[in-house]
């Protein structure tokens, strides 16, 4: 969405505005703890909400960064992509730094999710916003007296004007799971392009990434993260969502930061931290 209003659906829900006094802007939802909307100071609108999104119980809003905890995909037995991104989380803090604004979220077990997950865990989601940055960081603590796994990730659908033009730098050579065809292999030399339906898993990909598009270059960073999901629905799959416009498919590109080929274990009382960082590079160059 280019403008501020957001989809009608979402109106009601509660959501933390983050202006820093940069004009650096974020909205939050306590739902999911889903960020869905970041302007960099002086620019414009960098992610991707669908203006058919839904939120409510059990339902996971299309567009922003969807927080994905305590499970990754259907790679275990809980819902698809875990809990976390339809519950509704507690805001704990707000502040507004010199450069800065910033929001804690956090989200604890309860009988539901020990029901679903039976172990004990506080997550808290930090959101930052200022300058030509957004950092999105996850922290999980196991509160529980056994040890746990899980994987994660920050869903991010990340903006774009023409997909057709776009370009992800930095996937080179690394090593790949394509989630469409169950293959592996290894990225080749180029940049990657989005040409039909994307799902890919790319292991061990501890290294900056560079969205390339008209709207401007995106530098994508990842701590504590070890892998990087990339995905795009393409026209068929964009056309089966009914939360997501036919034509959908044509304006983001998912760029995730993942847990996933190594879940994340914790012994009682130890602590985990993910983070993603966004910075519209063109604007960063100019308040050097
Ligand atoms: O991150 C890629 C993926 O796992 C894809 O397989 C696709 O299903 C996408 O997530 C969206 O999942 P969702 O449950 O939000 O429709």
Same mark, same amino acid.
Do not use: K
């Given at each position: 969405?280019? /403008?501020?209003?957001?989809?009608? =659906?979402?109106?009601?829900?509660?959501?933390i &505005?983050? +202006?820093?006094p940069?004009?650096?802007? +974020?909205?939050?939802?306590?739902?999911?703890?889903?960020?869905?909307?970041? $302007?960099?100071?002086?620019?414009?609108?960098?992610?991707?909400?669908?203006?058919?999104?839904?939120?409510?119980?059990?339902? @996971?809003?299309?567009?922003? !960064?969807? !927080?994905?905890?305590?499970?990754?995909? +259907?790679?275990?037995?809980l819902?698809?992509?875990?809990?976390?991104?339809?519950?509704?989380?507690?805001? %704990?803090?707000?502040? %507004?730094g010199?450069?800065?604004? *910033?929001? =804690? *979220?956090?989200?604890?077990?309860?009988?539901?999710? $020990?029901?679903?997950w039976?172990?004990r865990?506080? @997550? &808290?989601?930090? %959101?930052?916003?200022?300058?030509?940055?957004?950092? %999105? &960081?996850?922290?999980?603590?196991?509160t529980?007296?056994?040890? =746990?796994?899980?994987?994660?990730a920050?869903?991010?659908?990340?903006?774009?004007?023409? *997909? /057709?033009a776009?370009?992800l730098?930095g996937? #080179?050579?690394?090593?790949?799971?394509? #989630?469409?065809?169950?293959t592996?292999?290894?990225?080749?030399? /180029?940049a990657?392009?989005?040409?039909?339906? !994307?799902?890919?898993?790319?292991?061990?990909?501890?290294?900056?990434l560079q969205?390339?598009?008209?709207?401007?270059?995106l530098?994508i960073?990842?701590?504590?993260?070890?892998?990087?999901? =990339?995905?795009?629905?393409g026209?068929?799959?964009?056309?089966?969502?009914a939360? *997501?416009?036919?034509?959908?498919?044509?304006?983001?590109?998912?760029?995730?930061?993942?847990? !996933?080929?190594?879940?994340?274990?914790?012994?009682?009382?130890?602590?985990?931290?993910?983070? #993603?960082?966004?910075?519209?590079?063109?604007?960063?160059?100019?308040r050097?």
């Amino acid at each position: 969405m280019d /403008d501020d209003t957001l989809p009608t =659906v979402l109106a009601d829900q509660p959501a933390i &505005e983050l +202006a820093a006094p940069d004009g650096a802007r +974020a909205r939050v939802l306590l739902h999911g703890a889903q960020v869905v909307s970041w $302007r960099p100071a002086g620019g414009t609108e960098r992610l991707y909400l669908s203006p058919r999104a839904e939120a409510g119980a059990g339902r @996971a809003v299309r567009g922003g !960064v969807p !927080v994905i905890f305590p499970q990754f995909g +259907a790679s275990g037995p809980l819902p698809r992509h875990g809990f976390a991104r339809d519950r509704a989380w507690v805001r %704990v803090a707000t502040e %507004v730094g010199r450069d800065d604004a *910033l929001a =804690v *979220l956090r989200l604890a077990d309860d009988e539901r999710t $020990r029901v679903l997950w039976p172990h004990r865990f506080a @997550a &808290e989601l930090t %959101v930052r916003v200022g300058g030509a940055r957004l950092d %999105v &960081e996850l922290a999980v603590e196991n509160t529980g007296d056994d040890a =746990v796994a899980f994987t994660a990730a920050l869903h991010s659908y990340l903006r774009v004007a023409d *997909l /057709d033009a776009a370009r992800l730098q930095g996937l #080179q050579r690394l090593r790949r799971r394509d #989630q469409v065809r169950g293959t592996e292999q290894i990225e080749g030399n /180029d940049a990657l392009r989005i040409d039909g339906e !994307v799902d890919r898993v790319y292991f061990d990909a501890a290294r900056a990434l560079q969205l390339q598009d008209a709207l401007g270059s995106l530098r994508i960073g990842a701590e504590g993260f070890r892998d990087v999901v =990339v995905w795009n629905p393409g026209p068929i799959q964009s056309a089966s969502l009914a939360d *997501l416009p036919p034509d959908g498919f044509r304006h983001f590109i998912c760029v995730e930061a993942a847990a !996933v080929g190594t879940p994340v274990r914790l012994e009682p009382g130890a602590e985990w931290v993910g983070r #993603q960082s966004l910075v519209d590079e063109g604007l960063e160059a100019r308040r050097d």
